[in-house]
Nanobody, 124 residues
Framework: VQLQASGGGSVQAGGSLRLPCAAS????????MGWFRQAPGKDREFVSA????????FYADSVKGRFTISKDNAKNTLYLQMNGLKPEDTAVYYC??????????????????WGQGTLVTVSS
């Protein structure tokens, strides 16, 4: 499975961005997908996850109510809609996928595949 994240850029605080992550290869074997982010000098942190079926979603407290995760199964594409962006959201955003599991995976080492990352910069 290959993942390609895009859509990053520079926005002012309060603005919005949508990050797509295109999945290719054996996507039918996937169990869930997620978004993580890594700010300069910090560890990679969980942002949101969704079951491949789309029926179950989870968000980090820091983004709940502002970010929305979704999937377009016809396009094999994962999305992260980010509204109300804050300077503390500045980070490289990574999409990830996992082959199997129970519940929604929330930590990095649960994921099997990773995209290359896309930079989001939010200015005050």
């Amino acid at each position: 499975v290959q993942l390609q994240a895009s859509g990053g850029g520079s926005v002012q605080a309060g603005g919005s961005l949508r990050l797509p992550c295109a999945a290719s290869g054996r996507t039918f074997s996937l169990y869930a997908m997620g978004w993580f982010r890594q700010a300069p000098g910090k560890d990679r942190e969980f942002v949101s996850a969704i079951r491949w079926s789309g029926f179950s979603k989870f968000y980090a407290d820091s983004v709940k109510g502002r970010f929305t995760i979704s999937k377009d199964n016809a396009k094999n594409t994962l999305y992260l809609q980010m509204n109300g962006l804050k300077p503390e959201d500045t980070a490289v955003y990574y999409c990830a996928a996992v082959r199997s599991g129970i519940g929604l995976p929330l930590i990095t080492n649960q994921y099997d595949y990773w995209g290359q990352g896309t930079l989001v910069t939010v200015s005050s």
